[in-house]
């Protein structure tokens, strides 16, 4: 048994266009595979009102579907009832046209479908279908470094989406022809996509750059040395001078944010850290250091 496009979608007959696109995206977005995750009903209603918006948008085809040419899947529909004859079936699509008030031309309603064929419905050009949006959170270091996110369309495809280097929140990116199909066979819209860039709990963006604290011994920062940084591309070895002082900052060239031609950099600002156990002979080195008064600046 065939469907009704209408009951489908919830609108009446008499709709507008515009009226059945608002009442697609309201359940588009009620019913998209994102929103109602492993729901198996939702996703066959939501590609149930996803055909029933492609059938009515297109102008030719919801023109046959309702004179009964088509049914909601587009399949043909016999015009004539078997044994009327070709007389027959001509006084009954003439009074069926009279019956619901169509020209009373019957030559002209009855090949009136078949003329306009695959050149849309008369007086209705091809019409660009409306963009779709969407709001996606990015990691962190996927937005530093670049990366790839797998996201479901409308229409219930996966695709993966390229994720550039350097994006920032507010920012959108554009889907060329991933948004609603078009009416009379006209071009189909886009998706754009607002980012939204997730925090970091180390790392902190200052335009192509990045700066994060770095936790070091009060030995390493007395003699210096070697000591192992987690950047946004993995861990790297950094060299202390000797006589750091907290505060101080190091840059590690080129492990910023990975934009082309030429990357950001890392600004680790240096945080002395003392023991957390008493440490006697620590506090015997401070008082008897004859430059703990005098080699602070202030």
Do not use: C
């Not at 009903?41 to 055909?51: D, I």
């Amino acid at each position: 048994m065939s469907w009704d496009p209408y009951a489908a979608l919830g609108v009446p007959r008499a709709s507008s266009a515009e009226e059945i696109r608002k009442a697609y995206r309201k359940l588009a977005k009620e019913l998209h595979p994102d929103v109602r995750p492993n729901d198996n009903a939702s996703a066959e209603r939501f590609k149930r009102v996803t055909a029933a918006f492609n059938l009515l948008t297109d102008e030719a085809q919801r023109n046959r579907y309702d004179r009964g040419e088509i049914d909601a899947d587009g399949n043909e529909r016999p015009q004539f009832q078997p044994g009327a004859g070709f007389g027959g079936g001509f006084a009954g699509a003439a009074a069926g046209a009279r019956a619901r008030g169509q020209r009373g031309d019957v030559f002209e309603d009855l090949f009136d479908g078949l003329f306009s064929r695959g050149g849309g419905a008369r007086g209705f050009g091809q019409q660009r279908g409306e963009d779709v949006r969407y709001r996606m959170e990015v990691d962190f270091l996927d937005a530093v470094n670049g990366g790839k996110r797998r996201v479901t369309m409308s229409d219930g495809r996966t695709l993966d989406l390229a994720i550039p280097a350097g994006l920032t929140s507010g920012q959108t990116l554009r889907l060329k022809g991933q948004g609603l199909p078009g009416a009379g066979n006209g071009p189909t819209g886009d998706a754009l996509v607002e980012i939204k860039v997730g925090e970091h709990p180390v790392f902190r963006r200052d335009g192509d750059d990045i700066r994060m604290d770095l936790r070091i011994s009060l030995a390493e920062a007395v003699e210096g040395g070697k000591v192992p940084v987690s950047t946004p591309s993995g861990m790297v070895t950094m060299s202390v001078p000797p006589g750091a002082s907290s505060g101080d900052l190091l840059k590690l060239r080129g492990k910023g944010v990975q934009t082309r031609p030429t990357p950001g950099d890392l600004l680790v600002r240096l945080m002395i850290v003392l023991p957390r156990k008493d440490d006697p002979e620590l506090r015997e080195f401070i008082r008897n250091w004859s430059g703990r008064k005098t080699d602070v600046q202030r």
